[in-house]
């Protein structure tokens, strides 16, 4: 204990029951008058009290408020991947605990807990906190706890009894991990393990961790049977739509696969921008994306928009589900719009590059010409604003790489013979 001590929790489960009484005193004088004296407690712990504190939480609260009703936890339990591989998992460890006077929850990104098991008589007096399926433990809400800090720090965590803000909660020990998303590493939820404040071990810290790991391995065999029907069915799709590009997405908006018209829209052709984010790829279809938003419930059906600009494009975004109903990814299906000469000269001279190009004391817009004489005067104008980066003008014209080169060629003057 003390200020000069480092976050790591092995310190305090050494010897608990003494770090218990140091820090109960070290809460006594916080709650009176704000500030910790010559003893504080760990930096994770002080920083959340603090946070509490700010936030207004009761320290002498008893009872978490609640958030979820049964019906709606049923329905994660039963659809949503980590209710059903934590379900899963969490239940092949209940025997362990049976006799240890210890519980082990579920709870989902938002400090929801979504699950319980363990010791029947444990669970009883936990569920007079509200630590129980329904409750609600984020940090912010009931201050640190095993749920709660662990979603808050990102990492591995222990509060032990006097660590907790709320005095309902000190009888209590805590030791909670995150549970990841294979596919985005997002942290999409928390295993936790309660029992009494004196029957602290560092053991089950481990145990924890190990529980939360058994639960990603879970979701990572998931994710792997996800995109093998994902690839099934883009190859079918295929078939559906052979002219034009298609795109095949993750749920978290990263590149699984594209045809070779797909390839040429977003990389000219590179395959690097596999399992690589959307946005990052190709930001101007991505744009495009906004308002057709990539979440766990979107809609069934296609949506479409289109992408304005030199080669205008039509963006069909298609939700793709697995054999059981739950979202697998989307494809993103693009179709270049024909428009007549006449009208793509207009837009070439109604078109202004940034003013980062160098060309702000020019007169506004392209001279008047031929479309020929246009058109390469907007390529100019574009590969001088992206400083001389064929593809980085390319998508910015929303053509292939290839075909950029072969208009540039075009545009050079015939070397004089002799």
């Not at 991947?81 to 460890?93: N, Q």
């Not at 609600?136 to 803000?165: C, D, I, Q, S």
């Not at 495009?288 to 304005?308: N, S, T």
């Not at 980066?389 to 910015?396: D, K």
Request: proline content about 6%; aromatic content about 4%.
């Amino acid at each position: 204990m003390g200020s000069e001590n480092s976050d790591p929790f092995a310190a305090i489960l050494d010897a608990p029951v003494k770090a218990n009484r140091e820090v109960a005193s070290a809460w006594e004088r916080f709650v009176a008058t704000g500030d910790f004296g010559a003893r504080s407690p760990r930096n994770v712990i002080a920083d959340s009290w603090r946070r509490c504190r700010d936030l207004g939480i009761d320290p002498e609260a008893v009872r978490a408020p609640s958030r979820l009703e049964s019906e709606a936890i049923e329905k994660i339990l039963h659809t949503a991947s980590l209710g059903v591989v934590g379900c899963e998992v969490l239940g092949s460890y209940e025997a362990i605990l049976q006799g240890t006077g210890h519980v082990l929850v579920l709870a989902d990104a938002k400090g929801r807990i979504l699950y319980a098991a363990g010791q029947r008589g444990t669970r009883e007096r936990l569920e007079r906190i509200n630590f129980m399926p329904g409750g609600m433990w984020a940090e912010e809400v009931v201050g640190p706890n095993g749920v709660g800090t662990p979603l808050k720090v990102g990492r591995p965590e222990v509060v032990l009894g006097t660590e907790h803000f709320c005095q309902g909660w000190q009888p209590w020990v805590c030791y909670g991990s995150p549970v990841r998303d294979p596919e985005s590493g997002e942290i999409i939820g928390v295993v936790d393990i309660t029992g009494p404040v004196r029957h602290a071990q560092f053991e089950t810290m481990g145990l924890t961790v190990a529980i939360a790991q058994a639960v990603e391995q879970q979701l990572q065999l998931r994710e792997l049977v996800r995109r093998d029907h994902l690839h099934n069915r883009f190859l079918e799709l295929q078939r559906r739509w052979p002219g034009d590009g298609l795109i095949l997405l993750s749920r978290s908006g990263r590149v699984l696969d594209a045809n070779a018209a797909g390839l040429a829209a977003i990389s000219d052709g590179d395959a690097a921008i596999r399992n690589r984010r959307l946005i990052e790829v190709a930001p101007r279809l991505a744009l495009g994306l906004q308002g057709m938003r990539l979440h766990e419930h979107v809609p069934d059906g296609a949506v479409e928009r289109e992408i304005d600009g030199l080669v205008p494009l039509t963006l069909r975004l298609e939700v793709l589900r697995d054999d059981r109903g739950r979202l697998a990814g989307y494809l993103l299906v693009l179709r270049r719009k024909e428009i007549p000469p006449l009208v793509f000269a207009e837009r070439a001279r109604n078109s202004r590059p940034a003013e980062d190009a160098g060309l702000e004391g020019q007169p506004g817009g392209l001279a008047p010409g031929s479309l020929r004489e246009t058109e390469e005067e907007f390529i100019r104008r574009t590969l001088a604003q992206c400083g001389g980066e064929i593809s980085r003008a390319a998508r910015r014209l929303g053509i292939a790489r290839s075909t950029l080169y072969r208009r540039l060629k075009r545009a050079q003057p015939p070397r004089e013979t002799r």
